[in-house]
C-alpha cells in the first residue's frame, strides 16, 4: 500500500487516476431511433471510416443536432485525425468512428450530407 503522505505516491496515484478515466469507455446506448440508424448506415459508408474507440467520445464537441434530437459530435486528435459521434438524446454514445487523412474531404462531404438531410 502507497504512503498517501509520500509525495511520489501522491504523483503516482493522480497519474494512475488519469490513465484511469483515459481508459474508461463513454457509456452506450441501449437504443437508437430510425433518424440515427439511418446516419449510422450513411456513415459506414464513407470510405475508410473506422471504429472509434469510445474514451475519445467525451473530447468529442457537438456540432448539430439531427431531427430526431440526437447529437452529432467532433474531435480531432492531436495528430489531426478527424473524429465523429452520435450521441443520442440521453447523450450516450451511439455511434464513433474516423477517417485517416486521405478521407478527411469525404468525411466533410458526408457531414455536409447529414446536416442537410437529417436535421
Do not use: C
Request: proline share 4%.
Amino acid at each position: 500500500m502507497l504512503d498517501p503522505l509520500n509525495p511520489i505516491a501522491r504523483v503516482y496515484e493522480k497519474i494512475h487516476d488519469s490513465v484511469e478515466d483515459w481508459n474508461r469507455p463513454a457509456q452506450a446506448a441501449n437504443q437508437i431511433s430510425s433518424v440515427a440508424e439511418q446516419v449510422v448506415d450513411f456513415l459506414n459508408e464513407v470510405e475508410g471510416m473506422t471504429q472509434a474507440h469510445s474514451r475519445d467520445f467525451k473530447k468529442a464537441t457537438p456540432r448539430f443536432t439531427l431531427r430526431d434530437g440526437s447529437v452529432l459530435k467532433m474531435w480531432k486528435n492531436p495528430v489531426g485525425v478527424n473524429h465523429i459521434f452520435i450521441a443520442d438524446t440521453e447523450g450516450n454514445m451511439v455511434f464513433g468512428g474516423f477517417v485517416g487523412w486521405v478521407h478527411a474531404d469525404g468525411l466533410n462531404e458526408a457531414i455536409a450530407t447529414i446536416r442537410r438531410n437529417f436535421t
